[in-house]
């Protein structure tokens, strides 16, 4: 069995009101290609619920009314259940949203089409380590679930870019590396112990930056803030925080001494090898 773990589809509805790729409504075509390709099954989804990658005037992904978004994934259900074996859901979810948001996200996760969660690595600039993300991030360890940490439609400092080409195929990438590291640093992963993450396009630029995070793990947690005195003591280079010390920024979940846990070495993040945005 092969499975592809980052696949899009839309519902015609959508399609009709937003720009988007005819592709994703063709479910069936793609269900074939893959085939074709020695592909048994697609995990599909959408990383804007009800909305568009696309720029949209008065469109505001995070901001969907909830009976749209329950409706997309009623759409998305009956496409998995139309094709056993052949499709499994992903839950779409703002992780800082309301209550009411998390409260339907857990209720879709029940049932058996939903087997993970898509998010995005961003959300209007902000990253997943701060203390607003930490019932999102319990819901995901507690119903076991993958969680990937798609691209947004407007990746954190995109904002200025007009040529929409480097939106879509630098600073996208670059949104999950910077967002995957804030969830390690986090210390997310330790704190609940199921968590599993999933990276989309390759984890971004994190598979060449690896010395670089080991060397900012190794930083006082202190290093860098207002009135911290400057940088780390000994001239050589970073040195490991004192015994202690919390984790990064002093957020939920602590994180070894020196801040982010260590990538790798058993650590639940898993990048894809896709190229899709």
């Known amino acids: 069995m092969t499975i592809d773990v980052h696949g899009h589809i839309t519902s015609p509805e959508l399609f009709r009101r937003f720009p988007m790729p005819p592709s994703l409504v063709d479910v069936d075509g793609m269900v074939e290609l893959k085939a074709a390709a020695g592909i048994t099954t697609s995990l599909v989804g959408s990383p804007v619920g009800a909305g568009t990658m696309v720029r949209t005037p008065g469109l505001d992904n995070y901001r969907q009314p909830l009976d749209t978004l329950e409706r997309f994934h009623d759409w998305l259900g009956e496409q998995v259940r139309a094709r056993p074996g052949a499709l499994r859901g992903y839950v779409y979810t703002n992780p800082l949203g309301s209550d009411a948001e998390l409260a339907a996200t857990a209720k879709r996760l029940e049932q058996p089409e939903f087997v993970g969660l898509m998010v995005n690595s961003s959300i209007e600039g902000r990253f997943l380590d701060g203390p607003e993300a930490d019932a999102f991030f319990a819901m995901a360890a507690q119903y076991r679930t993958p969680v990937m940490l798609h691209p947004p439609a407007e990746p954190a400092g995109a904002g200025e870019l007009d040529d929409l080409r480097l939106v879509e195929q630098i600073a996208r990438p670059c949104d999950v590396t910077l967002g ?3 969830v390690l640093f986090a210390g997310w992963l330790e704190k609940y112990p199921d968590l ?14 690896l010395e670089r995070l080991e060397l900012a793990r190794r930083m006082p947690v202190t290093f860098g803030r207002p009135g911290a005195g400057g940088p780390p003591p000994g001239a050589g280079g970073p040195r490991p925080a004192p015994p202690g010390a919390g984790g990064a920024r002093g957020r939920p979940g602590g994180g070894r001494a020196g801040g982010a846990p260590r990538p790798g070495r058993g650590q639940r993040v898993t990048a894809d090898a896709s190229r899709s945005s």
């Open 180 to 182: 995957t590291a804030a």
């Open 196 to 209: 599993r993450i999933v990276a989309p396009v390759c984890g971004g630029g994190l598979p060449l930056l």
